[in-house]
């Protein structure tokens, strides 16, 4: 369904590279069908097309007739001065996925000419070893085909789920933002290993294989987080105490209000853009 496919980025960050770093290794879309754009930072293009050999340009030289999905992964504050630029420029049948947090289909659909089809996905950095977590919500012009296809590209870079577009906010709260606690987590395992004597490469490769661990056993196997956890926690052991000083510590509502953080953040852009678009 991807052959001869040609994708373009509008945006060249560290989440649009992570993208094309995971489209690239898998060789899902060959690398002269990937376009990387950016409104000015030609530095920062060269730099992409020399990691990847992809084609490069700035935004106002992108070939629009030939792009069949535009990705779009600039700054959110950018959107709507994104969107008017774009609005007479696309192709009717281009697809048009955003990758920014808090950013709507409505919202999108808004700002372009009526029929185009928008996708909303909210991927993570893991995708540059294709191992995202990325959510998909269609907007309201999205066919079963162009969400297939949606699906198809976002694969590899990961793992897709095609969710509501009311449970994106969640998703963020978990899996866009989700991969920052657990470096944030293991930061913290470090420095413990590391102040009792452990060398900082050699504590750092413990945390990330422990965590590794842990991740296979929840997606491998039927258990719940709480019976996984029971499974390990001995009474009167050393993972109950250490469990006790985490609960002593506040761990588990901390980790429940940094998604919830996340998510009231997310919540909060689309809210202000939908009122700064209402007031123009």
Known sequence: ???NKTVAFLGAGNMAEAMISGMVNTKMIPNDKIIVSNRSDMGRLQEVNAKYNVTVMPKADLPFNEIDILILAMKPKDIDAV?????DSLHPKTIVMSVLAGITTEHMELGLNEGQSVIRVMPNTSSMLQESATAISAGKNTTVEHLEIAEELLRSIGKVFVIKEKQMDIFTGIAG???AYFYYLMEHMEKAG????????????IGAQTILGAAKMM?????TPTELRE????????TAAGLEAL????????????????????KEISSNLKSNLVAQ
């Open 231 to 238: 499974n390990v926690t001995s009474p009167n052991g050393t």
């Open 1 to 3: 369904m991807l052959k």
């Open 194 to 205: 590391v102040d009792s004597g452990l060398e900082p490469e050699q504590a750092r490769e």
């Open 247 to 266: 609960a002593e510590s506040g761990g588990g509502n901390a980790i429940k209000q940094a998604i919830k953080g996340a998510e009231t953040k997310s």
């Open 177 to 179: 933002s989700g991969p």
């Open 219 to 223: 997606l491998e196997r039927s258990e």
């Open 83 to 87: 969107l008017e630029s774009l609005k």
